[in-house]
C-alpha cells in the first residue's frame, strides 16, 4: 500500500465485554442481548466488532448515545483499558503493520506518549491538579523522554498561548481555572509531542455554550494548522456537524451507520440515526 | 519483676521473617519490599523500620553505632542504643570506624565506610513518588514499568517555582539504572555517598512497612535534568570553628548576641574525632 493512501489509524474488530458470558449470549452474535448486555448473566458488551479507519488530517466524528460505547472505544485506543479482542494499527508505528494491542505495556506507554494525545471530558483523568499547569504540559513531554528544562518550559509556553491561556499564569495549577480553561490545557498537553492522532471525549460537554464555542473553534483551529488527525467523540450532533469529516454512528456498542457527515446529516439511513438527525433540526 | 527478653527483643521467627525481606531487597536494588513490621516500644516514626532491621541483624559481636540528625547523643539515638545494648549485651559506640552496624536518621557518616559495615537508615515515606501519584497501586505499576516521568516532574515543579531543584533533604536517586528510590531524609550532599559505597546499606520504613537496599558497589545516581544538574549543597570556603573541617555538612548556628553565623560540623563523632587527632600531634 501506498504510504499517502495508508490510514493514520486502521481499527479492525474491536470487542470489548465486562463480564464472562454465557451459553445465552456468547453464541451467535447479538442474539439474546438486550441492548448490549445479557439478561441472563447480565454481561455488558460495551464494543462489538467496530471497525474503521482515519485517515491522514481528516475529523472523525463518532457519535451515539449515552451507553453506546463510545468513551469505552476510546479508552481502548488510548490503552486506559484492555480490549476484550481486537486489531489496531497506526501507520507510523512500525510501518502499520504491528497489531499495538498485542504490543508490551512499556511499547503501548511509547505509542501513547508520542504517537497519541487525549483530551478527556473530566480533566481530572489527564490533568495533576495540584501541580501547576506547565508542568502538567511537561509531563507529556518528560514522558517522551526529555531532560531539558530550558525546552520544556519553551515549548509549554507556546503550547499555552496556543491554546489562549496567558502565559504568565503557567504556574497556577488547574484546580484555579475554569472548566473551558482545564479543557485548553488538557488540549496544550495532548499536543505536546506533535502526536500525528489527536483522541477527544465529549471535550465541550458539561461547559456553557459561549465557552463550548470558544473550545471548538480552537480544536478547528489546531486542526487546520497542524494537520493534525482526530477522532472526536460527541453524543450532540451539532458538535459533530460542525467537526467532522465523516462520521460513525454508534448504538449498543455498535457500529450502525458511517460516511460523509454531510451525506449522513442529509440522507440517514438507520431508523437512529434518522431520529438523531431529526432532533438536530 | 524483670522480664526476660529474647536475644535482640524479637523471637527468632521475626527476625528469620525480616531477614528474608532484607536479603530480597538487597537481591533487587532499590526496589521496595514489604515485610510485616511490628510493634515497637517507641513510637512509629521514630526509627521503627531501623531499629527492626538492626534487630534482625545484630549478633554477639557487632559493635553498634547510632546517630540521630548527625548526634550520637540525642534522645532518640541514646534510647535506640539502650534497646539494643540491653536485649543484646553488645558495645556500642561512637566511633564510625569502629562500628560494625550503623542505623541513621538523616544522616550518613563523614568517614568513608568500608566493606565490613552495614548502615541502616531510617525512612519516614518510603515511597518516591508518593505525592505524585497517593495510590499504592498505581505507585507499584509505575515502578513496575519504570515509568519515572512523575519523579522528574516534583523536580521540574521546584524548578518552575523556586527556580532550581530545592530538595532539602530525601532528594530522588535511581538505583542500579533501575528503581527509583527515596534516600531518606539525608541532605542532598550525602546523596552521592550511596555510589559504589563499600558498605551495605539497608533502608527500613517501620510505619509504612517497606525494606529496601543499595548493595555495595551499586551505582546510584541523583535525579537531574540537562540543564539543571544535580548538585549538592556548598559551604563555599566555611569550615567547621571546632575541628576545621572543610567539604563536610556543616550546621549554621547563629550567635544570639551579635547575630554572626557560626558553623560547625553536623557530624559530631567525626568532629569529636578531628579534635583528638589534631590534640595528639
Ligand atoms: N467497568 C464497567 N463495568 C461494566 N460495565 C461498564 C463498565 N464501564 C462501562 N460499562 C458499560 O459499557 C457501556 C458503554 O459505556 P460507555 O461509557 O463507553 O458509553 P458512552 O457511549 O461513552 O456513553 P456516554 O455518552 O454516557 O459517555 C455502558 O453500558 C456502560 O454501562
Ligand atoms: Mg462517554
Ligand atoms: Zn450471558
Keep these: 500500500m501506498d504510504d499517502s493512501e495508508r490510514p493514520v489509524l486502521a481499527v479492525r474488530n474491536i470487542n470489548k465485554q465486562y463480564g464472562q458470558g454465557c451459553v445465552n449470549c456468547r453464541g451467535a452474535k447479538g442474539e439474546g442481548l438486550l441492548k448490549n448486555y445479557c439478561p441472563v448473566c447480565g454481561t455488558v458488551y460495551a464494543c462489538r466488532d467496530i471497525s474503521f479507519e482515519v485517515y491522514a488530517g481528516e475529523i472523525l466524528g463518532i457519535v451515539g448515545e449515552s451507553g453506546s460505547g463510545k468513551s469505552t472505544m476510546m479508552e481502548c485506543l488510548y490503552f486506559d483499558q484492555e480490549v476484550s479482542s481486537g486489531e489496531a494499527y497506526i501507520a507510523s508505528y512500525k510501518g502499520g503493520e504491528t497489531n499495538v494491542f498485542e504490543e508490551s505495556s512499556q511499547q503501548k506507554r511509547y505509542i501513547r506518549n508520542h504517537l497519541m494525545g487525549k483530551v478527556y471530558q473530566n480533566p481530572l483523568m489527564s490533568l495533576k491538579m495540584n501541580f501547576s499547569s506547565i508542568g502538567n504540559i511537561a509531563e507529556k513531554l518528560i514522558s517522551a523522554g526529555n531532560r531539558n528544562v530550558g525546552q520544556m518550559k519553551v515549548r509549554g509556553e507556546e503550547l499555552l498561548e496556543h491554546v489562549n491561556i496567558p502565559v504568565y499564569r503557567m504556574k497556577e495549577a488547574p484546580k484555579n481555572f475554569s472548566g473551558g480553561m482545564q479543557q485548553r490545557v488538557q488540549i496544550a498537553k495532548a499536543l505536546s509531542n506533535n502526536p500525528p492522532l489527536l483522541l477527544l471525549d465529549e471535550v465541550t460537554t458539561g461547559l456553557d455554550l459561549s465557552v463550548q464555542a470558544s473550545v471548538l473553534d480552537l480544536i478547528k483551529s489546531i486542526q487546520r494548522q497542524l494537520k493534525i488527525s482526530m477522532i472526536i467523540v460527541s453524543h450532540d450532533l451539532g458538535v459533530i456537524r460542525m467537526l467532522a469529516d465523516r462520521t460513525l454512528v454508534m448504538l449498543d456498542g455498535q457500529v450502525i451507520e458511517q460516511g460523509l457527515t454531510d451525506q449522513i446529516l442529509e440522507d440517514p439511513q438507520h431508523g437512529y440515526t434518522q431520529k438523531l438527525v431529526q432532533s438536530l433540526l | ?281
Excluded at chain 2, 519490599?33 to 511490628?38: E, H, I, K, M, T
Excluded at chain 2, 540521630?68 to 543484646?88: F, R, Y
Excluded at chain 2, 505507585?139 to 532550581?164: C, D, P, R
Design chain 2, 1 to 281: 519483676m524483670k522480664i526476660e527478653y529474647n536475644f535482640a527483643f524479637f523471637d527468632e521467627g521475626s527476625k528469620r521473617e525480616i531477614r528474608r525481606a532484607t536479603l530480597k531487597a538487597i537481591a533487587i536494588p532499590g526496589y521496595q519490599v514489604p515485610f510485616a513490621s511490628r510493634e515497637m516500644p517507641i513510637a512509629r516514626g521514630w526509627g521503627t523500620g531501623g531499629l527492626q532491621l538492626t534487630l534482625s541483624l545484630v549478633g554477639k559481636e557487632d559493635i553498634l553505632k547510632v546517630i540521630d540528625q548527625g548526634s550520637d547523643e540525642s534522645v532518640n539515638a541514646v534510647n535506640i542504643k539502650k534497646l539494643i545494648a540491653l536485649t543484646t549485651g553488645i558495645v556500642v559506640t561512637d566511633e564510625t570506624t569502629e562500628a560494625t552496624i550503623i542505623q541513621s536518621r538523616h544522616r550518613i557518616p563523614e568517614t568513608p565506610l568500608q566493606e565490613d559495615q552495614i548502615l541502616v537508615l531510617q525512612v519516614p515515606i518510603p515511597e518516591p513518588l508518593r505525592y505524585y501519584e497517593p495510590s499504592e497501586y498505581e505507585t507499584k505499576k509505575l515502578h513496575a514499568e519504570h515509568e519515572y516521568s512523575g519523579a522528574w516532574l516534583m523536580l521540574f515543579e521546584q524548578i518552575v517555582n523556586y527556580g532550581a531543584m530545592s530538595t532539602g533533604a530525601d532528594h530522588p536517586v535511581m538505583v542500579h539504572s533501575r528503581y527509583v528510590m527515596a534516600p531518606s531524609p539525608i541532605p542532598r550532599f550525602d546523596n552521592p555517598k550511596l555510589n559504589q559505597n563499600k558498605a551495605l546499606i539497608l533502608l527500613g520504613a517501620g510505619r509504612e512497612k517497606k525494606v529496601y537496599a543499595v548493595p555495595p558497589y551499586t551505582k546510584v545516581a541523583s535525579l537531574d535534568f540537562a540543564d539543571y544538574p544535580f548538585r549538592v549543597e556548598t559551604f563555599q570556603d566555611k569550615c567547621c570553628r571546632l575541628c576545621g573541617a572543610k567539604d563536610v555538612f556543616l550546621d549554621e548556628l547563629l550567635n544570639d548576641i551579635t547575630g554572626e553565623a557560626l558553623y560547625q560540623c553536623n557530624d559530631t563523632s567525626y568532629c569529636l574525632q578531628r579534635m583528638n587527632g589534631i590534640s595528639k600531634e
